[in-house]
């Protein structure tokens, strides 16, 4: 029998004022259509009734899964990789920035095909990168000859090893949420820092399309967090934001799949338009990006 996982109480802050917040339909794979909920007392949202671990795995079966399949395939795609040697660049000076260290021991969490791994490979670092999915691993290893560990491994890694983790766009995806951040806890050296990236649901491009919105990504997205929600997340383990920075790009990319889900058919000017009024908003306040980098210490 298929596991479906229900929630009675909030995931993050365990309230019982939860309630139905909005549908989302599922573009990518199987066309089915999720509830999403919404805690009332810490702004988190979650995706209700998702398929468990086990069951969950043929909703990422789609080639235009980017982060899985590595495809090119499609306007968007081509786009993504565009911008992404610059995004990787940029990631690989954030590690260094707020570590304040030009080499040292990362970790990345769901790794994907291995882009980032290899970059930073390449700047020195001593890199474990894991990944659930195999055919990704497999990705990564013929194309960027980046080894990848499967994400089993997650829970053996000894404590305090690492002078950085990396989630970019996984945190979302984590089953075991409360596992995960205690064991990331854990795993971080003293002076460590803990970069999650993840979708913004309060920001100005999720307003406007709303149930279109396309970083909803139900049901392969479990959790849609909020600022707000994030560091009531963050504070339950002793852990501290130390700072928001936006992905400036996400707020495009966001924009032009949603148009294409809200109207069967990408609109580049308006999807434009969006973005960057999410960004401008973004201006005067870091945590209104589509997409959020934390910055997490203990």
């Known amino acids: 029998m298929s596991e479906i996982i229900h929630y ?32 009332h007392s810490c702004t988190f949202r979650f995706t209700q009734d998702v398929p468990g671990v086990s069951d969950i795995g043929h909703y990422y079966k789609a080639e235009s899964y ?17 911008v992404r040697k610059f995004t990787i660049r940029q990631k690989c000076n954030l590690v260094k920035k ?53 994400i089993d491994e997650f829970y053996q890694l000894p404590d305090n090893t690492f ?9 979302e995806h984590v089953h075991d949420l409360k596992g995960y951040m205690a064991k990331l806890k854990s795993l971080l050296k003293e002076g460590g820092r803990l970069l ?26 479990l959790y849609h967090f909020s600022p707000q929600s994030m560091q009531t997340l963050a504070e339950s383990f002793g852990l501290k934001i130390l700072q928001h920075k936006p992905m400036w790009f996400d707020s495009f990319y966001v924009s032009m799949l949603s148009s294409k889900y809200k109207s069967g058919k990408t609109n580049l000017f308006s999807a434009f338009l969006t973005g960057l009024k ?4 973004t201006l005067g306040n870091k945590k209104k990006c589509s997409s959020v980098i934390y910055v997490v210490g203990k």
């Open 8 to 39: 009675s109480l909030c995931p993050v802050c365990g309230s019982a004022n939860i309630s139905s917040a909005l549908q989302a339909k599922d573009f990518t794979v199987s066309n089915e259509t999720f509830t999403i909920f919404e805690c």
């Open 66 to 82: 980017i982060s899985h399949t590595d495809s090119s395939q499609g306007l968007i795609n081509r786009l993504y990789h565009a």
């Open 98 to 150: 707020v570590t304040g260290r030009g080499k040292g021991n990362l970790l990345d969490v769901g790794a994907g095909t291995g882009v980032f791994v290899k970059a930073m490979l390449e700047h020195g670092w001593q890199v474990t990168g894991l990944e659930p999915d195999a055919d990704a691993r497999k990705v990564a290893k013929e194309s960027y000859a980046a080894a990848l560990s499967p």
């Open 163 to 171: 002078d950085a983790i990396t989630m970019w766009h996984v945190l």
């Open 196 to 221: 999650i990236a993840v979708p913004n649901y309060t920001s100005t491009d999720a307003t406007s399309y709303k149930e279109f919105w396309a970083a909803y990504d139900v049901p392969r997205h």
């Open 278 to 281: 999410s960004n401008l908003t």
